[in-house]
Nanobody, 125 residues
Framework: QVQLVESGGGLVQAGGSLRVSCAVSGRTLSSYSMGWFRQAPGKEREFVAAISWSGGYTYYSDSVKGRFTISRDNANNTVYLQMNSLKPEDTAVYYC??????????????????WGQGTQVTVSS
């Protein structure tokens, strides 16, 4: 069974940058696509970014496109989300997600097979 452990969250001022990481164990990272979701208080969990198993394709929500970059290091079983030009509305718990099989991209909740425990990102104004 796959385990996903996020790290790197914290408090940052608006306009700043932060990188969150997701360490993957229990399966070969290169076999599956990966993604990031976030959930703000009182709101539903929403898609942020995803990356194909090879790293050749990336996907972003409109709200983060041009500011966030997803990447993966299959050799070290780690997925990253680099967040630049952060805004207060980016404040949320960020969750790492793996696809439920090697045919889907985790862009929707139904495509997710496993979740991490989440890491808090707070952007102050």
């Amino acid at each position: 069974q796959v385990q996903l452990v996020e790290s790197g969250g914290g408090l940052v001022q608006a306009g700043g940058s932060l990188r969150v990481s997701c360490a993957v164990s229990g399966r070969t990272l290169s076999s599956y696509s990966m993604g990031w979701f976030r959930q703000a208080p009182g709101k539903e969990r929403e898609f942020v970014a995803a990356i194909s198993w090879s790293g050749g394709y990336t996907y972003y929500s409109d709200s983060v496109k041009g500011r966030f970059t997803i990447s993966r290091d299959n050799a070290n079983n780690t997925v990253y989300l680099q967040m630049n030009s952060l805004k207060p509305e980016d404040t949320a718990v960020y969750y790492c997600a793996s696809s439920r099989n090697n045919l889907v991209i985790p862009k929707f909740l139904s495509a997710v097979g496993s979740w991490g425990q989440g890491t808090q990102v707070t952007v102050s104004s």
